[in-house]
């Protein structure tokens, strides 16, 4: 019999999961048990997942504990291995079995993803990953030590960002130096690790067959409906639409601020600190998680009574970690405790307002998680990325209208639309850093020699940033801006996952502009799409949400007049 519970096994160990693997492999599989063999798979995956989710969840809550870190390592080392080969051989099983039966009907893309995975998979590829896992996790304990003396006290880099939203031009700057000089003195080191990450990337390309990392990487993401090229192309149409509005954000707050040219502390896009051009003091929503919750919990309630519920039953159960502290790791996520159907958040809050942002962006997640949990099956509660991060981006614009203290939310009026113009500026100023992000990836894997010299990937990071990123004057700097790849985590741990990002946002900025119309129909929309999964393809849960699953310059343009309409409808707001 399955233990319903993590306690009550010992995740780090394969032989805790293993007899059960093993009794599912063994079992005679016919037409008649074919269902319930599905379902008890699928209940013993729901088991293993949501161990190795909490494992990582208390690994990154304390980058310091030594035995949570060797609980994780146990994990990648004893049971990530043998599971991915047990995996396999019950893949291979079912694969052989009549696609067309009846109780495969509702498995069309499962299937498609489980043979995608299947044809992927080599056995010489597993001790890959495991080393790839373990250099990931040296660059969480790195950057999440990371930590400064500000003004008597120690600061972390969460702590620190917070000071790069003051007034004080010369604060921001200070401020700015010490995270930069936090980072470099650790680029030999990142240097070295990433160096060995592109080696183990590239030989699990060669091994699956394919001819670089990229290949690879678009094949085990599903990327089924979309190409490299389209990302280009993608990245042309920012380049296009986008970076003349960024220009002109910049432009007018550098003459609204009386300054002569931007430096790198006025504008940080990997801290999505963007130029404070406002008279008022920085926006310092709240003070501490309860705080947080609480706010979140009134917005929700006005925008939607269910998702309150959904949020209520996270705050109830303990699933939420919001506030920074020493030793934490960096960022933030929403996981997934499949087991229980339950959503974890894990933050590194301080106070400010891309707290908020972060909180209604990971919720979003956490509704994902909520709303598939009528799908039977756990892979069929597995939509595609790009669409997790619809899921995400949309709710922070769907929730922005009840921001107010008059919903019970976090600001006055004036300060209210003054955090909806950030977050609309910050849309423009961020697609173009996902630009960056992301060409710079693919220029990485699809450049393995080059890019084994960490010289060639500041020289490419640094092109990519003088095309997206403008009018920042980085003189006496430029070591810090070539090293820019060094402060975004995904490339190290997640490499080619931020063209999402870019994708997803565009697709919410489309939910939203349905919300403007009619708000009921929009989240009407976005929740049916949501309880779709993984059972749809990623143009069709674009279209079940009322968007469209296309990134052109005329898309782009049409968005981006949006963003600039609002805000100055926006600006007549805050000013008067």
């Excluded at 040296?138 to 990371?146: C, H, Q, R, S």
């Excluded at 995904?490 to 490499?495: A, K, L, R």
Aim: net charge negative; aromatic share 12%; proline share 5%.
């Amino acid at each position: 019999v399955l233990p319903r519970s993590i306690e009550a096994i010992n995740p780090r160990s394969w032989e805790t999961f293993a007899p059960y693997f093993e009794n599912v492999a063994e079992r005679p599989l016919t037409s008649e048990n074919l269902r319930q063999w599905l379902i008890e798979w699928s209940d013993l995956s729901r088991l293993l997942f949501e161990a190795a989710s909490v494992i990582y969840i208390e690994k990154s809550q304390d980058t310091t504990n030594k035995e949570k870190e060797q609980a994780f390592l146990d994990l990648i080392n004893n049971v990530f291995p043998q599971y991915q080969a047990a995996n396999q051989v019950l893949k291979e099983r079912l694969l052989a079995f009549d696609a067309s039966h009846e109780a495969l009907q509702d498995m069309t893309l499962v299937l498609r993803n489980m043979k995608n995975e299947a044809d992927l998979y080599r056995d010489e590829n597993i001790p890959l990953f495991t080393e790839t896992s373990k250099l990931e996790n040296e660059y969480d304990k790195v950057t999440g030590g990371l930590k400064t003396e500000w003004d008597g006290e120690e600061k972390n880099l969460s702590q620190l960002g917070l000071f790069l939203n003051e007034n004080d031009r010369a604060v921001q700057q200070k401020a700015w130096q010490a995270i930069s000089d936090l980072w470099l003195n650790q680029r030999d080191p990142l240097n070295e690790m990433y160096g060995k990450m592109l080696g183990l990337r590239q030989q699990i390309a060669q091994n699956a067959g394919l001819p670089d990392y990229r290949a690879y990487v678009f094949r085990e993401k599903g990327r089924f409906d979309y190409t490299p090229e389209d990302c280009l192309t993608f990245h042309e149409a920012i380049e296009t639409a986008v970076v003349p509005a960024l220009r002109r954000i910049l432009s007018r707050k550098k003459k609204r601020l009386g300054y002569d040219k931007l430096r790198p502390w006025d504008w940080v896009p990997e801290k999505g600190a963007l130029v404070n051009d406002s008279a008022g003091e920085p926006l310092r929503p709240y003070q501490g998680q309860e705080a947080l919750i609480q706010h979140t919990m009134n917005i929700f309630n006005q925008l939607d009574p269910q998702l309150s519920r959904y949020f209520a039953t996270m705050a109830e159960d303990g699933l939420l970690d919001l506030d920074t502290r020493a030793g934490k790791a960096l960022g933030g996520y929403c996981s997934a405790l499949p087991l229980r159907n339950r959503p974890f958040i894990f933050m590194n809050g301080v106070g400010s307002h891309d707290d908020v942002q972060t909180m209604l962006h990971e919720a979003g997640h956490a509704f994902h998680v909520f709303e598939t949990a009528a799908l039977p099956l756990v892979w069929q509660t597995d939509p595609p990325m790009e669409f997790c991060e619809v899921a995400s981006m949309s709710m922070e614009l769907l929730a922005a209208p009840y921001l107010t203290d008059q919903f019970g939310g976090f600001y006055s009026s004036p300060q209210s639309a003054r955090a909806r113009i950030e977050h609309l500026e910050g849309i423009i100023a961020f697609l173009p850093y996902m630009a960056v992000v992301d060409a710079f990836q693919h220029w990485v894997y699809t450049h393995p020699q080059q890019a084994a010299d960490a010289a060639q990937c500041d020289v490419a990071w640094a092109k990519l940033t003088d095309r997206f990123i403008p009018d920042i004057d980085w003189t006496g700097y430029e070591e810090s801006k070539k090293t820019g790849w060094h402060r975004k985590p995904h490339i190290f741990t997640e490499p080619f996952y931020y063209i999402e990002y870019g994708m997803a946002q565009i697709g919410a900025l489309q939910v939203w502009r349905n919300s403007l119309n009619n708000r009921a129909t929009a989240l009407t929309a976005y929740r049916q799409a949501l309880a779709l999964g993984g059972t749809k393809t990623l143009p069709d849960l674009f279209s079940t949400a009322g968007a469209e699953f296309r990134f052109d310059t005329a898309l782009l343009t049409e968005l981006v007049d949006l963003i600039e309409n609002t805000t100055a409808e926006l600006e007549k707001s805050f000013l008067s």
